[in-house]
């Protein structure tokens, strides 16, 4: 299949492009980039075969990369498969996606991975990529066969949802991935400190009369870690964060040049903790919301750079995990489908360009993650998000391709949205 | 003034019309449990579900009390004899006691905000028993109740709210209620018993109990949870009484005519010494019980469509 793309605007800042040209997709890859193909496409005769799809006023880009999700398969199906979420993957216009192994059982051996591929490939949507546990079980003391998980697939490892309490297991663990070439994903939480916390700690938690998680029980750990791949001369990405203290600490440790990156998710930087105040389990999440100072922090790390990717922490949940009182709800949302619109909201805002947004929605957690993704050049896989940015739709949970409906954004109006989605060369959504 | 609510969930939400309006319909209500005969027949064929999930004697038997004075049906569900051990949700067990068309449903719960699930959900009236570390709204309006009957008047008191703040309902609550009707709150306990960014609710905050309680008018005392210790919020229950304990000595910062008040239960010579507790010229403590069947008596009323 030959597929011609139109009329768009191409951004990719891998390669610094940001212009109006036509993309000819062959066998999979991206075969030619430039200015009225269509034209040299007649001389060969081979229209008849090869598909058009005008995208005038379009903006089409690498296919962006999610590198935190929970796909909850195996072991919580009811939540999510690797099927359903890889249609929410790409309906939110993601080509690829990393899961995390929180899984039941947990991926901390060869077969849970492979099972995990082999369901992917089944589904035959997004490329999925396993990330395997850093320790067996994710039970925090003896750490899995990094090795062997590596040649089976995964592509990164994580206890996330578990953080690792012990110092000195997660100095092993980055010191061993470090000599593999695997990237370390730390979610980081002192569970000391956050207790039986159910909400960022301050007013709100107060008047609320809920626990609180404070902001120092992740910055305690942003800091440890910071601190172990600076001894040990190694690499740490830091999920998820939330404060602004975390902020701080990244964007020290990158102006002394250490290999830390970190990504936020999109409810960090759009809601505060003064939503909880319904007591909607939907906006319970770990970490939790944070206040009005913390979000901005997070702004402005995306801004400058402090913090490379975006990506949602994709947690689908069943109606039984949330509809409960408050603090027996399960953390989490179901983020894939909402993640982009969300994000463009910072091109909106003027807190990024679309460049910069793409980078890191695209380039910059392949580059984390070592993938050859990322980017349009000729012979790169045909990854593509083709994004209407003007396009006004409003969110709706029922129409999610996720079974996990847990979403604070149900009813929120949105402005733009992936309406194609291309993987390999393949139409996997097209919303148009 | 016609009552609106279908729910009583917090103070928070609440007017300075509503709560005079409630503690009005209270003072009216407070002669027929001095009667021979304690019952009057307002709420007969009015059907009313105490649903328990968190140990109570005090509030649980107030409400039933309340109930059975007005001539309600009041029935008694705890966590314990309930479907609760079988496993059912909150969601469920609500939904079930609607289909039987109850007119109120009080429940008192140890999660925050699970008498707002409920109110969400079904479509009777639900009163907040206690939620959490939330709210206790009944609490409070029985204490605003005491205060104005004590000292004629809550606006322009001084009021001392004194031990662990975090855990307490109660003191939330009064917060707001004493606020929005004119009073100055201050607070004391140890910063571990102080939640973060409190003086945000409009209040003083003092770690010496000394401190706080200097020139007031009204001393509210909470209750210590020995099981609290276990958080590390303190070290020991006697350090905790040697300095927090209100006492013969120290209540002499307080104004001559100083009401002392506790939602009970009481921990004798913890918060509170013995003589202080059962001194009659200064402790509202059992008058604060009295007043709390009057206060849920009103509410009961105005929930039913009494004020219409």
């Known amino acids: 299949m030959k597929i011609l793309l139109t009329g768009a605007r191409i951004i990719d800042p891998a390669q610094n492009i940001d212009s109006r040209m036509d993309v000819f997709l062959e066998d999979g890859k991206i075969a030619k980039k430039g200015a009225n193909l269509s034209k040299s496409l007649k001389s060969k005769d081979s229209e008849k075969t090869t598909k058009i799809i005008d995208l005038a006023g379009m903006i089409l880009v690498p296919g962006l990369i999610d590198m935190h999700t929970h796909l909850r398969e195996p072991g919580f199906e009811y939540k999510e498969t690797i099927a359903s979420g890889s249609a929410a993957a790409v309906a939110g216009g993601f080509t690829s996606i990393a899961c995390m192994p929180n899984t039941n059982p947990i991926n901390d051996n060869r077969s849970i991975t492979e099972f995990i591929r082999r369901k992917a490939a089944e589904a035959a949507l997004a490329n999925v990529y396993p990330i395997g546990a850093i320790s067996k079980g994710s039970a925090g003391s003896q750490l899995t066969e990094f090795w062997d998980l590596k040649e089976a697939g995964i592509i990164a490892l994580s206890d996330d949802g578990k953080p690792v309490m012990d110092a000195a297991l997660m100095r092993r663990a980055m010191e061993y991935a470090y000599s593999l070439g695997l990237p370390v994903i730390s979610h980081c939480e002192d569970t000391n400190l956050s207790g039986a916390g159910l909400m960022n700690e301050g007013y709100y938690s107060t008047i609320l009369g809920l626990s609180g998680i404070p902001g120092i029980a992740e910055e305690a750990m942003v800091a440890r870690d910071i601190l172990i791949a600076e001894f040990t001369n190694t690499c740490v990405h830091i999920a998820h964060v939330s404060t602004a203290g975390s902020v701080r600490l990244i964007r020290e440790a990158k102006k002394r040049g250490l290999k830390v990156t970190a990504e936020t998710a999109p409810h960090y930087f759009t809601l505060t903790d003064e939503s909880l105040q319904s007591y909607d389990t939907n906006f319970k999440v770990n970490p939790p919301l944070r206040s009005e100072q913390d979000v901005a922090a997070i702004k402005e790390g995306l801004s400058d750079g402090t913090i490379d990717v975006i990506a949602c922490d994709h947690a689908p949940h069943g109606r039984t995990d949330k509809e409960v009182e408050f603090e027996y709800a399960a953390n989490g949302i179901s983020g894939l489908e909402t993640s982009l619109a969300l994000s463009l909201k910072l091109i909106h805002d003027k807190i990024l360009g679309w460049p910069e947004l793409i980078a890191i929605m695209s380039v910059n957690p392949a580059s984390i993650l070592n993938l050859p993704k990322g980017t349009l050049e000729t012979g790169a896989d045909a990854d593509i998000t083709v994004i209407d940015p003007l396009l006004k739709w409003t969110v709706d949970v029922q129409a999610f391709r996720s079974r996990g409906k847990n979403s604070p954004f149900n009813g929120r109006q949105m402005q733009g949205k992936a309406i194609m989605t291309i993987i390999g060369g393949e139409i996997k959504y097209d919303g148009q | ?308």
């Open chain 2, 1 to 308: 003034m016609k009552f609106e609510r279908k729910d009583i969930l917090g103070i928070k939400e609440l007017s300075v019309d509503e709560i005079n309006l409630i503690l009005e319909t209270a003072e009216s209500f407070l002669e027929i449990s001095t009667r021979k005969i304690k019952k009057v027949p307002i709420l007969r064929g009015k059907t009313i579900i105490n649903l328990f999930y968190e140990a109570s004697t005090r509030t649980r038997t107030s409400f039933e009390i309340a109930g059975k004075r007005l001539s309600a049906d009041t029935i008694n569900i705890s966590a314990s004899t309930s479907s609760v051990v079988k496993g059912e949700t909150l969601i469920d067990t609500a939904r079930n006691l609607e289909a039987m068309n109850p007119d109120v449903i009080v429940i008192r719960h140890s999660a925050s905000g699970a008498p707002h699930l409920l109110a969400r959900l079904v479509k009777q009236s639900i009163i907040n028993a206690g939620d959490g570390a939330h709210e206790h709204p009944t609490q409070a309006l029985l204490d605003m109740m005491t205060i104005k009957e004590h000292k004629g008047k809550i606006a322009g008191l001084n009021v001392a709210i004194i031990g662990d703040i975090e855990h307490s309902r109660v003191a939330r609550s009064n917060i707001y209620g004493l606020s929005k009707m004119g009073a100055n709150v201050v607070l004391a306990g140890p910063a571990t018993m102080l939640p973060r960014d409190i003086e945000q609710m409009g209040v003083k905050v003092y770690n010496k109990i000394e401190d706080a309680i200097e020139g007031v008018d009204v001393i509210m005392m909470l209750r210590i949870q020995l099981e609290r210790q276990k958080q590390c919020i303190f070290p020991s229950l006697r350090e905790y009484s040697q300095h927090y304990c209100l006492n013969r000595n120290n209540i002499k910062l307080a104004k001559k005519d100083v009401i002392v008040m506790h939602p009970g239960p009481i921990n004798r010579g913890v918060e509170i010494s013995p003589d202080i507790a059962d001194d009659p010229s200064c402790s509202v403590i059992l008058d604060q019980v009295n007043k709390g069947v009057a206060v849920r008596m009103a509410l009961l009323y105005l929930l039913t469509g009494g004020g219409e």
